[in-house]
């Protein structure tokens, strides 16, 4: 399968912690994005990194990408409770986007 | 102005029922899709479209129908609806990209739909 696995399922933090959730994926990709999902509405995109970029940031967004294994993550510095939602990392292939089920952020005031 | 929208957002039918979710986005992209997202939030692809043309028909029963006029609009149609059908439908859509640029894909808001 192309899709994206995200770990951890759900995490719960306290304001101002630190944030890390990973993806997982099984074939050769071009470039692996994360999108966010606030409660009852569609995802937005957040970040893209490139099959051959290891590391981007984005304001309070740092993104990795292991390509030998296959793995990506996301680090949330400095959150707040409006980063509370669901976070998913999409994998594409020209014009296929495949995500998986996302690690859902609870960001404690 | 909303980039892709789609309607109704609510849906609430009985099985049986044929149902139809229309999607229009305004950006000028040449690739529309629809996902379904399960109670657990696991995203799936159902079709892809380009420049009105299928090009991507995941494992989907043949009851989901999608019909594109033009390529501002991707319209899903369901047939004799199933209670495992009650889902969010997401219709989403993307420039027609090179593999190294990339791509970003616009979601809608969502169409949530429960059979009863």
């Known amino acids: 399968s192309q899709q994206g696995e995200e770990d951890p399922q759900a995490l719960s933090i306290q304001e101002g912690e630190n944030a890390t959730m990973n993806c997982s994926y099984k074939t050769s990709i071009n470039n692996l994005q994360w999108y966010r999902q606030n409660s009852g509405r569609g995802l937005v995109h957040l970040i893209l990194?490139?099959?051959?970029?290891r590391e981007k940031h984005s304001g309070r967004l740092r993104v990795t990408l292991d390509t030998s294994k296959k793995s990506s993550s996301l680090l949330i510095t400095a959150s707040r409770a409006a980063d509370t939602a669901s976070y998913f990392c999409a994998t594409d292939k020209i014009d296929q986007f495949y995500f998986g089920t996302g690690t859902s952020l609870t960001v404690i005031p | 102005d909303t980039a892709v929208s789609q309607t109704p957002k609510y849906l609430v039918t009985q099985m049986g029922n044929d149902k139809s979710i229309k999607c229009e986005q305004n950006l000028g992209h040449d690739t529309m899709y629809w996902y379904k997202q399960d109670s657990k939030k696991f995203l799936k692809i159902m079709f892809s479209y380009n420049n009105k043309e299928l090009i991507i028909n995941e494992t989907v029963p043949n009851r989901f129908s999608p019909k594109s006029p033009d390529k501002a609009h991707l319209n899903l149609h369901i047939n004799s609806l199933e209670l495992g059908d009650s889902a969010v439908y997401f219709c989403?859509?993307?420039?027609?990209?090179?593999?190294?640029?990339?791509?970003?894909?616009?979601f809608g808001e969502g169409s949530w739909l429960t059979v009863v």
């Open positions: 990194i490139r099959s051959n970029e």
């Open positions: 989403a859509s993307s420039r027609k990209g090179t593999a190294y640029l990339g791509n970003t894909i616009y």
